[in-house]
Each structure stands twice: as structure tokens, then as C-alpha cells.
């Protein structure tokens, strides 16, 4: 046996009924998000090349289904992440194409969707502390592709260890210029899901992957992490629910600029929606998380002709589009109002700086990857200083002195900014925030179903659909079928 093993077999034999009832109802608010992500990808132009390709989000062949629908969820940043990864796009989106179209109940789709989450999450946990992360870790979805399809199917755990062992031989690495620069982000998530569906089939038909994959020396975590950390794959099974670590986005761009944007729109209602010719400056001050992504995207970003895979991840122009307009939406990335000139003369006097408090409480949470940090112990030393030198490698330790690893149950997504105001008048305003709204934390533990219908009646889908979504896992074949149409397409 080997912690892939161990891990296929547990979430093969997952039932409706071995998940707890909260981590139900996160996985009900997960798939109704991601269903708004979706209609968002439909929506747009981009969106609509895609589907002229590879076909409509809902197709006779599930497995074609599954990968439009993964490729329509992730591409604006609308998808939902978790400690550890952008799992919605595989692990939501090849339950739903697979209920869809093998008649699956709603218990079996909730069922499927905890099962994919928990694989790909432990999968990605295993190797976060490497040089991929956040949506450029698209191994993810070759686990929650094998896991979400393999669940719908009720294969057993020895046909997952196999699709998982053919699908992780030949892992998916993108080139930050073709994800940043290029419409190749629309592909993000499309290979990998096919590539993972494409093993299962593999599987199927006999072919067999090695077991000792994930941990072997020649293996995945050598290659893909520099400080492996393979307990991840079976630590706390049926304890340890990765799926309460979920973060929901509830507006388009990188998740590191969440918490700005939520300080951005305070600020633009307590001054009644400032003109860009009144403010000299805004200082937004952020933890290093932020400042990476940033500074990844920074020299793409030079006005409205910037290409969309940077603009997500650019700090400037969101925060000036939020505290100018109140708002921050899918139609505030595409012309006209792209091209807005107030828009970019005020991102032009945002200043991005960093905090080490905001650093050292990013690390102190689950998400990103606080909790990687803190299973590696001392281990995670040069990982930590070559994301951001000596000093953060202290704050790191500091942070996470004495500190137990966590059960989930209180995870939280620490992804903090501060954000200042100066207006040409000499007042200045200030506001801050510590977890962004819909990120995991206690207030997302009380309230994601209301946030997430929010989302979704915010992006064109209607009231009634999203109301609808609560009881999922109640529904029949017929009604699960019905609804995944109507929250899709409808």
C-alpha cells in the first residue's frame, strides 16, 4: 500500500452519509458558484470562441461536457479556491457533466464533488511548497478529473490508483507567457481535465499506472516540489475535511486583490464615488502573496490593451475601477469600460507596498499555503526564503511557533490588505481588511450559501436557481439534471 492507495481506496468507498453535514452544505454552495463562474466564461466573447471549438457546456459525451465546463470556470478568476488549489474547475465540473449526463441524484453529485475535492486538494497540499501554485498548479485537475469521474462511476479504489498513476506520468506545466500573454489561459483547465478523463478510460481498459507515483524518487513530488510533503495524501482521512477550507469568489480577479477591492468599495461609498481628478494617491498595503502575483503580471499591464491573464492578477486598475464606480465586475475587463481613461490616469497613482504583518498573518492561516509551511517545520525554510528572501523566512517561523496542525474546522484565508486614500484636499481615508469577503473564515462558515447565491443572481442567473441550490442533494436524477440546465444555460 502507498499513500496514493490508501487515499483511492478511502475516497472510492466515500458515501453521502460519511460527510459531515456542513461540509454538504460548503459543497452545495461550491457547485452553485462555480455554476455562476461558468456562466460568466459562457458570456463573454472569449467564452463564445471556446464553445464554437469544442461545443455547448452540456453534451451528449460527459467527458467533452466536463472539459468545456472546466475551461468556461476558470479563466476570469470566478473560480473557487481552497487550501489547496483551484479545485472547482475539475472537481465540480466533471461531477456536474457526469451527473448530467448518467442521471446521477443530487446525494451522488455531492457526494462525488467532497470525494474530488478532498483528492485534488490533498494531491495539490503534497507538492504547494514547490514552484507552482494557485491556478498555475493545474495538477490539480488531473486528480479531481480522475477522482469527480471515477466517483459518478462507482469505480473501485484499484481503477482511481491506476487513472491517477496514468495521469500523473506525464503531469501539465504551463508557461507563465502563454498563461499571462496569450487566450491560451482558456486552456488552462480544459488539458488537464481531458488528460485526466483520458486515464480514467486508460484505466478502464486495463492499462495500469505505478502506485509509488507521488512519492517514489523518480516520481511527482521530486519533481514538482521542493519540499514534498507526502503525509498530506492520507493525514486525517474522514477528519481532515479539506473541503471546509474553501474560499469563494465573489467578483473576478486574482485572489490576491480581493481584500483591496473589498477596502476599495468601503472607501468609494464612504466618499459618495470620488472623481479620478480628486484623489492624488491610494497606497495599498499588502502581504507578499500579493506583491508576487502582482509583480508576475506587472510588466503586461500597460493600459487597456493589456491582455486578460494579466489584467486578473494586476492590483492598479481593480482597486481604481472599485473606488471610482463602487463595483468591480466581468464587464469592467472588456471594452468600453475598459478603456475608460479615468480608470487607468487613477491606477497610475496606485502604489502597491508591503506589510510584514499582513505577511506574518497570510502565514499564520490554512490558505494559501500557511499550512504547508507549518507541516514542513523547519523544512520549509528555502522555500520560504526563495519566495521572499530572509525576513520571510522568519516571519514564516514566527508565525507559526508552537502551532498545531489544523483539523479545517476553523480555516481560515488570511489574504489581507490596507488601503489609503489621500485626496487632493488633504483628507485622507484608510480601511482594512483581513480576510476578503468569501474567503474562508468564520464569516464564510455562517453565510456562504447567501454569499454565493449573491454571486450567482449577480452574474444573470436567476433567484429561484440559486435558492434552489441549497437542496441539491435532495434532488432526483430528473430534478438534478433539470437544474444543472437551468443554472448553466437557463
Avoid at 65 to 85: H, R
Avoid at 415 to 434: H, I, N, S, Y
Amino acid at each position: 500500500m502507498t499513500g496514493l492507495t490508501d487515499l483511492c481506496d478511502w475516497a472510492a468507498g466515500l458515501r453521502y452519509a460519511d460527510v459531515p453535514e456542513r461540509v454538504r452544505a460548503l459543497a452545495a454552495s461550491q457547485v452553485l458558484s462555480q455554476a455562476a463562474a461558468i456562466r460568466a466564461g459562457l458570456h463573454h466573447p472569449l467564452g463564445r470562441r471556446l464553445v464554437t471549438a469544442f461545443g455547448p457546456p452540456l453534451q451528449a459525451d460527459p467527458r467533452q461536457s466536463a472539459a468545456v465546463l472546466a475551461a468556461l470556470g476558470s479563466w476570469l478568476n470566478l473560480d473557487d479556491t481552497a487550501y489547496a488549489g483551484h479545485l472547482s474547475n475539475s472537481t465540480v465540473a466533471v461531477p456536474l457533466a457526469h451527473a448530467h449526463g448518467l442521471g446521477l441524484d443530487g446525494a451522488r453529485l455531492i457526494t462525488a464533488v467532497v470525494a474530488a475535492n478532498e483528492v485534488a486538494a490533498r494531491v495539490t497540499a503534497a507538492a504547494t511548497l514547490g514552484p507552482l501554485r494557485g491556478q498555475s498548479a493545474v495538477h490539480t485537475h488531473l486528480a479531481g478529473a480522475v477522482a469527480g469521474r471515477l466517483h459518478s462511476e462507482g469505480a473501485p479504489g484499484s481503477r482511481w490508483a491506476d487513472a491517477l498513476g496514468l495521469a500523473f506520468a506525464m503531469p501539465h506545466r504551463p508557461l507563465m507567457r502563454a498563461f499571462l500573454a496569450s487566450d491560451a489561459r482558456l486552456l488552462n483547465t480544459f488539458t488537464p481535465v481531458r488528460a485526466g478523463l483520458d486515464a480514467c478510460d486508460a484505466a478502464a481498459a486495463g492499462l495500469r499506472g505505478a502506485p509509488d507515483l507521488m512519492e517514489h524518487p523518480d516520481g511527482f513530488l521530486a519533481a514538482f516540489a521542493d519540499v514534498p510533503l507526502p503525509g498530506a495524501l492520507t493525514d486525517g482521512l474522514g477528519e481532515r475535511w479539506y473541503t471546509e477550507t474553501l474560499s469563494f469568489k465573489m467578483r473576478p480577479g486574482g485572489p490576491g486583490i480581493d481584500a483591496a477591492v473589498d477596502c476599495a468599495l468601503e472607501l468609494h461609498r464612504e466618499l459618495g464615488g470620488p472623481a479620478a481628478d480628486e484623489v492624488a494617491e491610494v497606497v495599498v498595503e499588502a502581504s507578499l502573496y500579493t506583491l508576487f502575483a502582482g509583480r508576475k503580471a506587472e510588466s503586461y499591464v500597460t493600459g487597456p490593451d493589456a491582455p486578460l491573464g494579466a489584467l486578473v492578477l494586476h492590483t492598479p486598475y481593480p482597486v481604481a475601477t472599485a473606488l471610482l464606480t463602487g463595483r468591480l465586475a466581468v464587464a469592467d475587463f472588456e471594452g468600453p469600460l475598459l478603456a475608460e481613461p479615468d480608470r487607468w490616469r487613477l491606477a497610475d497613482r496606485v502604489r502597491v507596498v508591503h506589510d510584514p504583518d499582513l505577511t506574518r498573518a497570510l502565514f499564520a492561516s490554512e490558505a494559501p499555503f500557511g499550512e504547508a509551511v507549518r507541516a514542513a517545520g523547519a523544512g520549509a525554510g528555502p522555500w520560504t526564503r526563495a519566495f521572499g528572501g530572509a525576513e520571510t523566512e522568519e516571519i514564516a517561523r514566527r508565525a507559526n511557533e508552537g502551532r498545531a496542525p489544523s483539523d479545517f474546522s476553523r480555516a481560515t484565508k488570511t489574504t489581507g490588505a490596507r488601503v489609503t486614500v489621500t485626496l487632493k484636499d488633504g483628507r485622507t481615508l484608510t480601511r482594512e481588511r483581513l480576510i476578503p469577503l468569501g474567503a474562508a473564515g468564520p464569516h464564510t462558515r455562517e453565510h456562504h450559501a447567501e454569499l454565493v447565491r449573491e454571486k450567482f443572481t449577480g452574474l444573470g442567473g436567476a433567484a429561484a436557481t440559486a435558492r434552489a441550490a441549497a437542496g441539491l442533494a435532495s434532488m432526483d436524477a430528473g430534478g438534478v439534471r433539470r437544474w444543472t440546465a437551468d443554472a448553466l444555460t437557463g
